[in-house]
């Protein structure tokens, strides 16, 4: 059974840091890509970062460009996002979500229940 | 970036009628880069359709996508409860990687 467990959300004061993990399990983790996608409370969702399986392709959103930055551990079979510069319109529960290929290219086949980030001072 | 437009934002339907949502993209998406997701209350979403038309696994027959270019559908052929939820579309065929979401759409009971 596929698994991902999120951990690493809170409470964060604007400007600070805060670091997102997710240990997969279930799956062979080095042969798919991995997402971070997020929802703001009552909001849709938004797309974050996606890695390919082995790290050569990197894709962000916009919003987060520059100060988010999206990593994986193939051997610990773990995904982490690094969360810089925090704003308040980060506020939201982030999604752990596992690709159906190995390219970021690809739909989200398993999603983990999420994570709360919540910013502010 | 491609941008999703989801319509209507909600359908208020009653069990057994059919659901028939719309995504528009602002330019045009491979059909094998569009996807559809299911999202209740308080749950993660879940992979409904992928490549425009396909269904995920598990995901009973009554679920059903369609389109092309910039136009996509995802119809529910007769409501089942379960099935009242926000459905949302995505994309991920763009280089470089930029997936995008609509805004979603609600079905909910009338």
């Known amino acids: 059974e596929v698994q991902l467990v999120e951990s690493g959300g809170g409470l964060v004061q604007p400007g600070r840091s805060l670091r997102l993990s997710c240990a997969a399990s279930?799956?062979?983790?080095?042969?798919?890509?991995m997402h971070w996608v997020r929802q703001a409370p009552g909001k849709g969702l938004e797309w974050v970062s996606g890695?390919?399986?082995?790290?050569?392709?990197?894709g962000y959103a916009d919003s987060v460009k520059g100060r988010f930055t999206i990593s994986r551990d193939n051997a610990k079979n773990s995904l982490y996002l690094q969360m810089n510069s925090l704003r308040a319109e980060d506020t939201a529960l982030y999604y752990c979500a596992k690709g159906a290929t190995m390219i970021v290219g690809g739909e989200f086949d398993y999603w983990g229940q999420g994570t709360l980030v919540t910013v502010s001072s | 970036e491609i941008v999703l437009t989801q319509s209507p934002g909600t359908l208020s339907l009653s069990p057994g009628e059919r659901a028939t949502l719309s995504c528009r993209a602002s330019q045009s998406v491979s059909s094998s880069y569009l996807a559809w997701y299911q999202q209740k209350p308080g749950q993660a979403p879940r992979l409904l359709i992928y490549g425009a038309s396909s269904r995920a696994t598990g995901i009973p027959d009554r679920f059903s996508g369609s389109g092309s270019g910039t136009d996509f559908t995802l119809t529910i052929s007769r409501l089942e409860p379960e099935d009242f939820a926000v459905y949302y579309c995505q994309q991920y065929g763009s280089s470089p990687p930029r997936l995008t979401f609509g805004g979603g759409t609600k079905v909910e009971i009338k």
């Open positions: 279930g799956f062979t983790f080095d042969d798919y890509a």
């Open positions: 890695i390919s399986w082995n790290s050569g392709s990197i």
